[in-house]
């Protein structure tokens, strides 16, 4: 089993809706929560970045973590075409910069 | 300021060769990590280095080794090239160790098909 899960998708919303990407894990240790973006053939960006439990919005999104339940999701409100793109949550443990990731799922918002 | 940056971009080689990729972090950046990213198993991480000393390895051959030079650029290297070892490396820069905080930025990739 993985340690960290993540339905790959695609995902296919049009323009304006609300996208809901989640993750689970089953590391406790995990602390430090994260979500890349990537574009086809580009590396991954960083997007949003979570210590512990909580929210935590920018602008268009926002990122929860359920440590309690260790799911952790990305909220995109007003989807726009340019957030197609695929969708990585990542974790990391308080010591080490070795990052877990998620398969990533495919989004796609359609015009 | 400037991004990450990886050359080359594309490689193709054949299999029993090796190859050395290489990785410029961001201005100040001290860690270097890699990963590497294939369709099957997504990303996943192959070492961290810092201030020229590996400090952290994943799960991966001794085929897979690395360095880190004195003004914090990395090289990876890859010997005995297997089908298998087509993937997207990615480089990812952190200021510090990461012990805490973490924020990792990528670079675009290299792109290795091996034939």
Known sequence: QKEVEQDPGP??????????????????AFQYFMWY???????????????SSGNKEDGRFTAQVDKSSKYI???IRD??????????CAMKETSGSRLTFGEGTQLTVNP | KAGVTQTPRYLIKTRGQQVTLSCS???GHRSVSWYQQTPGQGL???????????RNKGNFPGR??????SN???????????????????CASSPSLAGGRGEQFFGPGTRLTVL
């Not at chain 1, 973006?37 to 210590?51: A, C, D, H, V």
């Not at chain 1, 989807?79 to 990585?88: G, K, M, R, V």
Request: glycine share 4%.
């Open chain 2, 64 to 69: 897979f080794s690395g360095r880190q030079f």
């Open chain 2, 72 to 90: 914090s650029r990395s090289e990876m290297n890859v010997s005995t090239l297997e089908l298998g070892d087509s993937a997207l490396y990615l």
């Open chain 2, 44 to 54: 996943q991480f192959l070492f961290e280095y810092f201030s020229e000393t590996q």
């Open chain 1, 79 to 88: 989807s726009q075409p340019s957030d197609s793109a695929t969708y990585l």
């Open chain 2, 25 to 27: 972090p961001i201005s």
């Open chain 1, 11 to 28: 995902l296919s919303v049009p323009e304006g809706a609300i996208v809901s990407l989640n993750c689970t894990y089953s590391n406790s």
């Open chain 1, 37 to 51: 973006r990537q574009y086809s053939r580009k590396g991954p960006e960083l997007l949003m970045y979570t210590y």
């Open chain 1, 73 to 75: 999701s990305l909220f």
